[in-house]
């Protein structure tokens, strides 16, 4: 069974960091890219980032430069280093396999 938790968000003010994991089980994560997608409120699913088997990155443009995904093979974990918070980051954060598999999300509110 495939199966995504998220966990690490929270409340932050903006300028504020967080960062988020995503344990992954279920299927052979060092082999494929995985991705971060947030929904903020009332709005559509947005991708994030993606980060493949071997490493490499890419981000949406409005994240580029604060945010910062990675991949532990070896412990079937994800990441996203989040600097520098922006209200409109605020959204509940999922990770994403090449299976469409996604979890349950983890809420990051950016406020003062």
């Known amino acids: 069974e495939v199966k995504l938790v998220e966990s690490g968000g929270g409340l932050v003010q903006p300028g504020g960091s967080l960062r988020l994991s995503c344990a992954a089980s279920?299927?052979?994560?060092?082999?494929?890219?995985m991705k971060w997608v947030r929904q903020a409120p009332g709005k559509e699913f947005e991708w994030v980032s993606t980060?493949?088997?071997?490493?490499?990155?890419s981000y949406v443009d409005s994240v580029k430069g604060r945010f910062t995904i990675s991949r532990d093979n070896a412990k079937n974990m994800l990441y996203l280093q989040m600097n520098s918070l922006k209200a409109e980051d605020t959204a509940v954060y999922h990770c994403?396999?090449?299976?469409?598999?996604r979890g349950q999300g983890t809420l990051v509110t950016v406020s003062s």
């Open positions: 994403e396999n090449p299976f469409g598999a």
């Open positions: 279920g299927f052979t994560f060092s082999s494929f890219p």
């Open positions: 980060i493949n088997s071997g490493g490499i990155t």
